[in-house]
């Protein structure tokens, strides 16, 4: 794996999280194949405001329907915890099947899902996130 670039913005309600995304190759741009995403988080977010911002950037870009979300938004209340400045949350997806989530180096959990990591990945790297500057830092534009 290799970094693709690091952004430093607001982002999943995260004032000045720290997110730097890896992958096989770059050169899929403007849709390159991310295998782990690291984020930083710059104070004390609840898990219902992770997992809220990152369904409703996903249902903004039409990533997955109604069923599909509902099914990922329970699945990350399970995965992803309440975080404070200085954790740092890993997201993983060592093959196309499974996404694996970890907080300070801990698991906190998968899910088995090959829709799911793509659908996740896009909030930071779609060509229409709504979030340009963040994707054109992540990518190193």
């Known amino acids: 794996m290799q970094p693709f670039g690091k952004g430093r913005h607001s982002w999943w309600g995260i004032p000045e999280c720290t997110t730097r995304p890896y992958g096989s190759s770059v050169r899929n741009i403007?849709?390159?194949?991310?295998?782990?995403?690291?984020?930083?988080?710059?104070?004390?977010?609840?898990?219902?405001?992770?997992?809220?911002?990152?369904?409703?950037?996903?249902?903004?870009?039409?990533?997955?329907?109604?069923?599909?979300?509902?099914?990922?938004?329970?699945?990350?209340?399970?995965?992803?915890?309440?975080?404070?400045?200085?954790?740092?949350?890993?997201?993983?997806?060592?093959?196309?099947?499974?996404?694996?989530?970890?907080?300070?180096?801990?698991?906190?959990?998968a899910i088995d899902d090959p829709s799911f990591c793509p659908a996740l990945m896009s909030v930071w790297l779609h060509p229409q996130t709504k979030h340009q500057a963040m994707r054109k830092s992540l990518l190193r534009q």
Request: glycine share 6%; aromatic share 4%; net charge positive.
């Open 30 to 109: 403007p849709r390159p194949r991310l295998t782990r995403l690291d984020i930083e988080p710059g104070r004390a977010v609840p898990s219902d405001t992770l997992v809220k911002n990152a369904i409703a950037e996903m249902r903004d870009l039409k990533v997955g329907d109604e069923r599909q979300l509902g099914i990922w938004q329970a699945e990350m209340r399970k995965l992803i915890p309440n975080v404070k400045e200085g954790d740092q949350i890993v997201i993983f997806c060592p093959d196309t099947r499974r996404t694996l989530a970890y907080l300070n180096d801990s698991s906190t959990g």
